[in-house]
């Protein structure tokens, strides 16, 4: 089933076109990742599809619900952490999570329930009679996301919910929502942490300038835009001189020979390494060790970004 049905959904505001043309599917069960340069239209699309603010035109659905016609019943099915801090400055941790927990009509003893689960599940318990004046940022988000999982819900927005977490607190925030969309929940999410994004998202979309850019599974997104691969060979003690030996290899790109080690950095590093082998047996030169390099999302996020905005320089646009 589709928890997120969007189609050619256009949003500006004035004379800025925030979200130029998008459809969008995610299915349920499923963490879908939503990564773009600053700007792009990541939090406007993401205020489109939890009914915060309408469409210019385009089609909606939401759990099945048309989310123009119908958008109380979205809301009451979804969970949303803005990327905007929200908090009351004068409510302790515990309180914050009861109170948003009574908003949301969660009968007692689950609330009673659900805030020693999450108090403990983001680290809260020694800071839980503090006021969110007197916490620092991070625990101050911690808490912002910790207070949206004190409702049911089947789909939840999270925009940037890891700005600003240390490492361990991101790593804890990632482990609880993959526990949770084990159980059921949906994800829609957006970060710029892209190593997050590859070990959390089943499916990735890219957006630039309004417009999604590439969206497939993270290894397909490596496997469409990331063949150039980087191989490290480390060699034993020569007494040739290495960069007139590998001038037989042609005309490859070879970046740097650093004391011992070789490195290729090319679409055809296999070819090419193949071709450095033989080259190195034939002059009984011994490897000691050698290394791929595996490409990262971030790379791909780069080279798919950087190809997007010179074809919108080609065109004009
Ligand atoms: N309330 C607003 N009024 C006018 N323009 C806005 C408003 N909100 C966003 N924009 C513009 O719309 C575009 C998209 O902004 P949006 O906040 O969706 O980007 P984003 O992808 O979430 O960026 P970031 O990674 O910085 O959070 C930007 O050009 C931004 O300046
Ligand atoms: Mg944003």
Known sequence: MLCIEAKSIFRSYGNVTAVDGIDLSVESGKIFGFLGPNGAGKTTTMKLLTTLIPPSSGSITILGIDASRHPLDVRKKIGVVLQQPSYEPTLTVEKSLEKYGM?????????????EELLTAFDLQDIRK???????IGQRRRVQVAREFMHD???LFLDEPTAGLDPSARRGLLDYIKGKVRDGLTIFFTTHILEEAEYLCDEIAIINRGKIIAVDTPDELKNKFGREKTIKIRIGKVEQDLSSILQEVGD???LHDEGTVIT???ADS??????ILQVLQSNNITIEDLSVVPTSLEEIFLTVVKNSNESNISSGK
């Open 153 to 155: 819900m089947d789909l």
């Open 130 to 136: 503090k006021k969110n004046d007197d916490i620092s």
């Open 264 to 266: 290729i950095h090319s």
């Open 103 to 115: 908003m949301w009509d969660v009968d007692a003893k689950t609330r009673r329930k659900r805030v």
């Open 270 to 275: 296999e070819q090419v390494l193949v071709k």
């Open 252 to 254: 490859y790109d070879i």
